[in-house]
């Protein structure tokens, strides 16, 4: 028999419970037994929803009130010192160390985040040194796996990997030069056979064990760790999962092979090539092999054809009884349920699949293996089969100007009219800004009034006009507020943005949006992406209309804001019939047409964001340099149209942008504005090995948090960022938009961002 596996759900709720429950207890309106009430009712429904969709393993200890990351450290005492002693509870600590706390004389910063691998969803970094003190504050796996069981659902408890985890973290401060994380292990494992060895005595069959940083490269570089690391736990444990997604294990799998796990998870959705070496290294094992063949990163249904197909070779190779058929990664990265939208089309609908719908699909491909004679099992594999064949007969059409458009494309339209050099001297005489020139990201405080009018809008409550009237309100006290506190380079605020991504999405032909597909990005910050279905287009002007009316409203400087074609390509789900570049290249036009009439209507300097340029890098070095090309070439694609005197401006941020330096060069972006603050300023030392002849800006505040940073403190990041980049060539603005933070401390972080550039004026 075929069993069925989710690797792991969405943390939100249907209804967005658990993001609610958050900030109530972060503002203070609802109590820590209330909090947790609010998540203990999500992770009921969800596992009995996906019990009652017939998954069999189903997953438990991945629900997280932050990251999952986050969970672990807190669980294993790895708490950084400025953490402790501060009278906190366990719970605000986690959530200090998650968005820093500034409140009741306790003033810490975060943790740094990361993107995790090549997604959307950032994770917390563990801080590790040798210092560290590895301990079982609680054992977070066997409470939930007691709570399902209490709800009357057996199910998988989810643990992140010993080896992963530590590679994933960082050294602290206090860790001596050559120390690296992956040495704790001997002191982390000990923790790990307690918590496992906790599991197995209550009962627990199997587990799953995450680690990621086998589809690495560097994963080859620590078979003698993997194979310490099990060789302890495997005696001590339940059956073990050794769960892998987002990639192919390549020459990996050689030593995953002789590891003694019961069972072993591939992704066949984003790397299916690999079956074939995968089957063949383990056939002579007792291993189990779980086929990820329902996509955890997309919303497209399964076409359960090619999953049996899949898994009927498994199943020649080893047996029905050593294959498991598995949603591809965790669903995490999923809405909840298609059930939540209400305007889609009927045609639109058949297309999709959310988390439990996926959960449905896994179930119903493992009867289908498992020879079932269930009329609705026959049903659902009849209908997968109409559907499919529908889309298919949909994406066979395309829009041949957009397709033509995207052919003329010449080599010329890359490259801007003049070097960098001769650029630059023509904005300084054109934009006139000071020496350590102050601007900000683009977005301003989204506030209860924003969002209440953009809803009344939507429901015919307020008329295009009178909303028109608000965003102008909006705009002129935002342009007034940067003008009082000193800013250089202004923005409009975005009031009448709902999403950096969703917003273009909605003005662009071959789009599709919803009401309520909510995924997690990070913490209580949940996004709706928008769904690309076709070419893209743009119809009309997108932005002209706001930014032009802010720089007639002031006399100095005023950029235009836009997102780059690859983030808006990698923070919507794309489609998966045609590549990736061809839809970057699309995006890419439609965004130089937009950058062009900005240009004409009088907006000098232009932000082109592409803060997912790394974060679509392929995990596998030898997949670089072809995405590299077409991202870089489809950015430079457009804004390499406008004159020398228009400052074309990019962001970056929560990525590792070292091994890509040579590339986020080759942008030619006048301006490149990337976090900084929160990653140790070590982004510096790129800067340092490889140079940078552009210029930059350097955040100097996490705008993630609530805190707000001190005059003082942006002057010592600005002397220690001075030291590396040249003063002409600096630029002084926070890490990122500040659509999240609320006003009173947007205010107060912002007086100290300029007060510390008239210091760096007067003194650098």
């Not at 950032?122 to 409470?143: G, Q, R």
Request: glycine letters at 6%.
């Amino acid at each position: 028999m075929v069993l069925s596996s989710v690797l792991g759900f969405p943390r939100i709720g249907a209804n967005r419970e658990v993001k609610k429950a958050v900030e109530a207890y972060w503002a203070g309106k609802l109590s820590a037994e209330d909090l947790i009430k609010a998540a203990a009712d999500v992770k009921k429904s969800s596992w009995t929803s996906l019990k009652d969709r017939g998954v069999d393993l189903i997953p438990s200890g991945e629900f997280s009130l932050y990251d999952h990351v986050l969970d672990h450290s807190a669980a294993f005492n790895a708490i950084p010192k400025r953490y402790q002693g501060l009278g906190l509870s366990a719970l605000d600590v986690f959530f200090a160390m998650g968005r820093g706390r500034q409140a009741d004389g306790v003033d810490v910063p975060a943790c740094e985040m990361k993107k995790w691998f090549d997604s959307n969803y950032h994770f917390v970094v563990p801080e590790l040194s040798e210092e560290t003190d590895f301990k079982l504050l609680y054992n977070k796996a066997l409470a939930e796996y007691n709570e399902a069981k209490a709800a009357g659902v057996v199910t998988r408890p989810v643990v992140l990997g010993p080896v992963s985890y530590l590679v994933l973290g960082k050294a602290a401060k206090e860790a001596s030069a050559t120390f690296q994380p992956i040495s704790l292990l001997p002191k982390i494992l000990p923790v790990y056979k307690q918590l496992l060895s906790e599991l197995k005595a209550a009962g627990v069959e199997s587990v799953q064990i995450d680690e990621p940083i086998l589809v690495l490269d560097k994963g080859a570089d620590l078979d003698k760790q993997y194979a310490s690391a099990y060789a302890e736990l495997v005696p001590v444990a339940p059956k073990i999962m050794l769960t892998t997604y987002f990639n192919r294990l390549d020459s990996n799998i050689n030593f995953i092979a002789k590891l003694p796990v019961a069972g072993l998870h591939i992704d066949l959705v984003r790397a299916p090539q690999q079956l074939g070496e995968v089957l063949a290294a383990i056939k002579s094992t007792p291993i189990v092999i779980s086929l990820g063949v329902v996509s955890g990163r997309n919303i497209w249904k399964a076409d359960f054809a090619v999953a049996i197909k899949y898994a009927q070779t498994a199943i020649a190779a080893l047996g029905a009884d050593r294959v498991i058929v598995a949603t591809s990664s965790s669903l995490l990265h999923t809405p909840v349920t298609l059930a939540s939208e209400k305007k889609l089309t009927e045609q639109q609908r058949d297309w999709f699949s959310f988390a439990l719908e996926k959960a449905s699909e896994v179930a119903t491909i493992a009867a289908v293996l498992s020879g079932s004679q269930d009329p609705k099992v026959s049903a659902a594999l009849e209908a997968n089969k109409v559907s499919i064949a529908k889309r298919r007969q949909f994406e066979s059409t395309s829009d041949d100007a957009v397709r033509k458009r995207v052919a003329a494309i010449t080599p010329d339209m890359y490259d801007r009219k003049s070097p960098f050099a001769t650029r630059k001297e023509v904005q300084a005489k054109h934009l006139k800004l000071p020496k350590f020139p102050t601007t900000t990201i683009g977005s301003f405080p989204q506030t209860k009034e924003i969002r209440t009018a953009r809803a009344k809008l939507g429901k015919g409550e307020i008329s295009e006009a009178e909303y028109d009237e608000f965003i102008k309100k909006e705009i002129d006290m935002v342009v007034k507020f940067q003008e009082k506190v000193g800013l250089d380079l202004l923005v409009h605020g975005e009031p009448e943005r709902n999403d950096m991504v969703q917003y273009f999405g909605e003005q662009l032909n071959g789009f599709v949006f919803t009401q309520n597909a909510w995924v997690q990005s990070y913490g209580s910050r949940y996004v709706r992406p928008p769904i690309i279905v076709s070419d893209v287009s743009r119809p009309k002007p997108m932005t002209v209309k706001w930014s032009s009316y802010a720089q007639k409203v002031s006399s100095k400087p005023m950029k235009g804001m836009l997102s780059g074609p690859v983030t808006i390509l990698n923070w919507s789900f794309p489609r998966d019939d045609v590549p990736r570049k061809l839809q970057s290249q699309q995006l890419a036009l439609a965004l130089r047409d937009e950058v062009l009439d900005l240009e004409k209507a009088g907006i000098s300097a232009i932000q082109v964001d592409e803060p997912a340029i790394r974060e679509g890098l392929p995990l596998r070095r030898s997949d670089w340099d072809e995405y590299l090309q077409w991202a870089v070439d489809t950015f430079k694609l457009s804004t390499a149209g406008v004159s020398d005197a228009t400052q074309t401006h990019s962001h970056f941020c929560y990525s590792d942008f070292g091994d890509i330096f040579p590339s986020i060069q080759r942008l030619d972006a006048d301006v490149i504005s990337i976090e900084f603050s929160k990653s140790d300023m070590k982004l510096l030392h790129t800067f340092k090995q490889y140079g940078y002849s552009n210029q930059i800006g350097p955040g100097v505040y996490d705008i993630h948090s609530p805190r707000v940073p001190s005059e003082q403190e942006i002057i010592q990041r600005l002397q220690t960022t001075l030291a590396i980049i040249p003063d002409h060539l600096m630029f002084i603005n926070p890490d990122c938009g500040l659509k999240t933070r609320g006003w009173k401390e947007t205010e107060a972080s912002l007086a100290n961002l300029v007060a510390a550039a008239r210091w760096a004026r007067a003194n650098a």
